[in-house]
């Protein structure tokens, strides 16, 4: 399972690249918003530092909403940097951009999927990644983590490559569940990667253990 961390922002991206386990980020408009990068200048320069904290892949997003405006919107972003992939939305002209970047090499992440009938779309579409949103289906009273496990037959049914990417993950128990479920991917807060470390238990053996080594040097 790949860890992704869902944020703009450079120091938890520093923080989690530092613990070793992370293999990428995602962003979108609001979470750029939210650390303040605005405008299409300072926004392109946040996407190459990214890529320059981190190993792996780093989702940019197009905010056009025709196809010829994502096409163009894409392959600027593609061309930033390596490590990017062009995160398209899951609407009519998305899915034909998510066609032609998979025609012509480009890596794609097809967001705002809320469906079966979605996914399967964007995987017939090429996507490399589809983004199931589940905290947010969880928000309005819907089992989001029903949705990754029909992806997940559906895509094994005809072995479709495109990666499930568990988005709009909210706590550690949401990664435990993609990964019991097969997702290939999650992307969620830090504080959804630091909850996997903590157990009562190890810090209570710990402690015993560091005290009894101890003794002997008093
Ligand atoms: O990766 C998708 C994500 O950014 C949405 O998360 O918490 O705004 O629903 P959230």
């Known amino acids: 399972m790949k860890f992704f961390i869902d944020t703009a922002n450079l120091d938890q991206i520093r923080e989690a690249q530092d613990l070793g386990v992370l293999d990428g980020v995602t962003t979108n408009p609001s979470l750029m918003a939210k650390e303040g990068i605005t405008g299409e200048k300072n926004i392109l320069k946040h996407y190459v530092d990214i890529c320059e904290i981190v190993d792996g892949d780093v989702s940019a997003e197009v905010v056009s909403t025709d196809f010829d405006g994502m096409v163009r919107e894409g392959e600027a972003l593609a061309k930033l940097h390596d490590q990017i992939v062009v995160k398209v939305p899951m609407i009519k002209e998305g899915v034909k951009a998510l066609k032609y970047f998979s025609d012509k090499g480009i890596r794609t992440n097809c967001t705002l999927v809320f469906s079966p009938g979605q996914a399967l779309l964007a995987a017939k579409a090429g996507a490399t990644y589809v983004s199931p949103f589940l905290g947010r289906l969880d928000d309005i009273s819907t089992d989001g983590l029903n949705l990754i496990a029909e992806i997940r037959l559906i895509y094994d049914n005809y072995g479709f490559n495109t990666q499930i990417l568990a988005a709009s993950i909210r706590h550690t128990m949401h990664v435990i569940d993609c990964a019991k479920l097969g997702a290939d ?19 209570i053996g710990l402690e015993k253990f560091l005290a009894d080594y101890n003794k002997g040097n008093s």
């Open 185 to 203: 991917v999650m992307t969620g807060p830090l504080s959804s990667i630091d909850g996997l470390l903590r157990h009562p238990l190890t810090d």
